[in-house]
């Protein structure tokens, strides 16, 4: 009898210890752009999150592509990208119920201050990619299917201008990260698009400087949504869903809207 009401009292605390256990376990994973990480947005808004929902974050962050193709695979909970056109094909193969706008800021071309190709008086991002090709000045691209490369190529095809013909040339794609990508453009004294928040955080800037800037046509939108169950069924989709909803919120949007670097403000909530 005695053993009987041993293992009853056991299996009571063994059960309560692994609910416990579960029930602590409140962890999701986002397919993120570099971009948000490169700027310490994660590092900001994460502790305050965990600290009001108790949900606690893991961030891999790639390029916009690479995170989506990640999700497709059902590699994480949560998508966050910068991506419009990838976005819908994510959105139509049913891999999201909504795609959310979070905030946004602005792409900008960065280049050496004695501007070579002479593109800052333009401050229009197709203005100045024509004089560049015009006059061959080195370009360089992500090239890697990030976000920052689909809008860089965006331009490129509103000029019919196909770059890649003249790759190797002036035209030299790195396929690797923005920080990378700056580096190369300082060490050749060419231009590169890049997004404002990664610029700020970017320490070894030399005598490079904005060139084209806060033109409509580099708005750089974030989007987020929770990946569906319908396509990965182990997603965690109440966390997600209340991650997401924390940061549409009133409080959420204030909260980012703070977010500075360089006493500088790096996203805005409204369109």
């Known amino acids: 009898m005695s053993n009987i009401f041993f293992n009853i009292i056991f299996l009571f605390f ?6 416990s256990s579960h029930a602590s376990d409140r962890s999701i994973i986002i397919q993120s752009t570099t971009s948000l990480k490169n700027s310490g ?12 929902t108790g949900i606690k974050a893991k961030i891999v962050a790639v390029g916009s592509g690479a995170a989506i193709r990640n999700s497709m695979n059902c590699d994480g909970d949560i998508l966050i990208v910068h991506s419009p056109k990838k976005e819908k094909n994510f959105v139509s193969s049913g891999y999201t119920e909504i795609n959310h706008y979070l905030m946004h800021n602005y792409f900008i071309i960065v280049g050496p201050k004695n501007d070579p190709a002479n593109i800052k008086k333009f ?4 203005k100045a990619f ?4 015009k006059l061959q000045k080195y370009f360089i691209s992500r090239g890697d299917k990030s976000g920052t490369h689909d809008k860089e190529l965006q331009i490129w095809e509103g000029l ?15 396929g690797s990260s923005m920080g990378a990508t700056i580096n190369i453009a300082i060490g050749l004294g ?7 928040a990664t610029w700020i955080k ?15 046509s580099l708005i750089n939108l974030y989007s987020i949504m929770a990946v569906s169950r319908n396509k990965c069924p182990n997603v965690k989709e109440n966390d997600s869903n209340r991650f997401i909803n924390w940061l549409l919120s009133e409080k959420g949007r204030i909260k980012i809207s703070k977010f500075k670097a360089d006493g500088k403000k790096l996203f805005y909530v409204d369109k």
């Open 14 to 19: 063994f059960s309560l210890i692994s609910i």
């Open 41 to 52: 947005f994660y590092d900001y808004i994460l502790p305050i999150i965990l600290n009001d």
């Open 123 to 126: 401050n229009d991002p197709y």
């Open 130 to 133: 024509k004089k560049i090709f």
């Open 160 to 174: 019919s201008i196909n770059p890649t013909a003249y790759s190797g040339k002036w035209y030299l794609e790195t």
């Open 190 to 196: 060419g231009y590169t698009l890049t997004d404002r």
């Open 202 to 216: 970017f320490s070894n800037k030399k005598d490079f400087i904005v060139m084209v800037e806060d033109n409509k």
